[in-house]
C-alpha cells in the first residue's frame, strides 16, 4: 500500500491550500485516513481523521478552519485548509488504517511522504 500525498506549497496568512492524498496498492478497504503535521522542532501531531463511516475528526488548533474529506470509490483524502496561520506551517503527513485481507478485521497503518506547507506572515 502506498500513500501519495501532494498540494503543499507557500501561502500568505489568511490564504487557503488543498492537500490531496492517494492510496494505491492491493487492499480490501480503508478504515480510517489521517493527516498529521510536524513542525520543526515538534512531535508530529494529528491534524484530522477520516473513518469509514463518515466521521470527521480534528485537533481544536483547525476546527472551523480545515475539512477532511473522503472519496472512498476513488480511495483519496483530501484536506482544505481555509484562513491558514503561521503555526500552520510544517511538513503534512498522510495516514491510514488500511484493511489488507477481507477474512480478517486486521488493519496496518500506513504513511505517505510529507508535504511541506509554508504559511508567511
Known amino acids: 500500500v502506498q500513500l501519495q500525498a501532494s498540494g503543499g506549497g507557500l501561502v500568505q496568512a489568511g490564504g487557503s491550500l488543498r492537500l490531496s492524498c492517494a492510496a494505491s496498492g492491493s487492499f480490501f478497504s480503508i478504515v480510517a485516513m489521517r493527516w498529521y503535521r510536524q513542525a520543526p522542532g515538534t512531535q508530529r501531531e494529528l491534524v484530522a481523521t477520516?473513518?469509514?463511516?463518515?466521521?470527521?475528526y480534528y485537533a481544536d488548533s483547525v476546527k472551523g478552519r480545515f475539512t477532511i474529506a473522503r472519496d472512498n470509490a476513488k480511495n483519496t483524502v483530501d484536506l482544505q485548509m481555509n484562513s491558514l496561520k503561521p503555526e500552520d506551517t510544517a511538513v503534512y503527513y498522510c495516514?491510514?488504517?488500511?484493511?489488507?485481507?477481507?477474512?480478517?478485521?486486521?488493519?496496518?497503518?500506513?504513511w505517505g511522504q510529507g508535504t511541506q506547507v509554508t504559511v508567511s506572515s
Open positions: 495516514n491510514a488504517d488500511v484493511r489488507t485481507d477481507r477474512y480478517s478485521p486486521r488493519s496496518f497503518n500506513y
Open positions: 477520516a473513518d469509514d463511516s463518515g466521521g470527521a
